[in-house]
Nanobody, 120 residues
Framework: QVQLVESGGGLVQPGGSLRLSCGAS????????MGWYRQAPGKQRELVAA???????IYADPVKDRFTISRDNAKNTMYQQMNSLQSDATDIYCC??????????????WGQGTQVTVSS
C-alpha cells in the first residue's frame, strides 16, 4: 500500500512558477513509475509528466521546456517544477504511482491532488 500526498499548489500570477511535491509513504518507492496528472471537474485526467523507476522522463507537448519532473528516492518524493505558467494551467494536479507493469493489477495509487490557480 502506498499513500501519496501532494503539496506546493496555490495561486500564482501569469508567468510565475510553482514547485509541486508528492510525498509517498510505504515501501519500494524507487520501484514505482511516477506521474503528474491534471484534472478539471467533470473531465478525464490528463498526463502532464511522468518519470519511470529508472529516471526516464516524458512530458505532454504543452509543457515541454517549461515543466521539469524529478524524483528523490531517498526522500520518497517526486517533484514538478512549473515555470512560465499561464491561466490554462489552472487545474487540480494529482500524483500517481504505478507498478502494474511489473507486479500486476492493483498496484496503482493516486493522491488527493493540489490546486494550481494561475490568475492575475
Amino acid at each position: 500500500q502506498v499513500q501519496l500526498v501532494e503539496s506546493g499548489g496555490g495561486l500564482v500570477q501569469p508567468g510565475g512558477s510553482l514547485r509541486l511535491s508528492c510525498g509517498a509513504s510505504g515501501s519500494s518507492f524507487s520501484l514505482y513509475h511516477m506521474g503528474w496528472y491534471r484534472q478539471a471537474p467533470g473531465k478525464q485526467r490528463e498526463l502532464v509528466a511522468a518519470i519511470t523507476s529508472s529516471g526516464h522522463t516524458i512530458y505532454a507537448d504543452p509543457v515541454k521546456d517549461r515543466f521539469t519532473i524529478s524524483r528523490d528516492n531517498a526522500k520518497n518524493t517526486m517533484y514538478q517544477q512549473m515555470n512560465s505558467l499561464q491561466s490554462d494551467a489552472t487545474d487540480i494536479y494529482c500524483c500517481n504511482a504505478d507498478r502494474r507493469a511489473t507486479v500486476g493489477p492493483g498496484y496503482e495509487y493516486w493522491g488527493q491532488g493540489t490546486q494550481v490557480t494561475v490568475s492575475s
